[in-house]
């Protein structure tokens, strides 16, 4: 089998498909992305789904569908996407392995593409032998 670009936890997959069934009968899922901006560089896309791209990476879990933009794979392997909710703020949040630093407020972040080599090595130590 495959390796998933990202991972999404109970939580974040519960959020999914209430913001899923709570948007209409075309709402399918989110779309998960990055994109230039905010005071580190880059920020988190996340946008209702309709119409699935067929070149986007589609993660499921426990009913909830979340794609995810080809331009942002390399920057969100290792992904986890979450979603909490404080006395501040509620929203989705990503634990990103190849976040090098981030903006005072939390809503930008400076990302580097995934490291491949590493990931691959990683893999293979973590498959049982056969």
Known sequence: MGFAVMTITDAAAQRVNQITSNSGPDALGLRVGI???GCAGMEYTIDLVTVPNAKDDLIERDGAKVWIEPSA???LLGTQMDFETTKMRSGFT???PNQTSACGCGESVELKPADLAALAQQRNTQSPAA
């Open 35 to 37: 994109k230039k901006g």
């Open 73 to 75: 794979v390399l920057y």
């Open 94 to 96: 990503f634990v990103n």
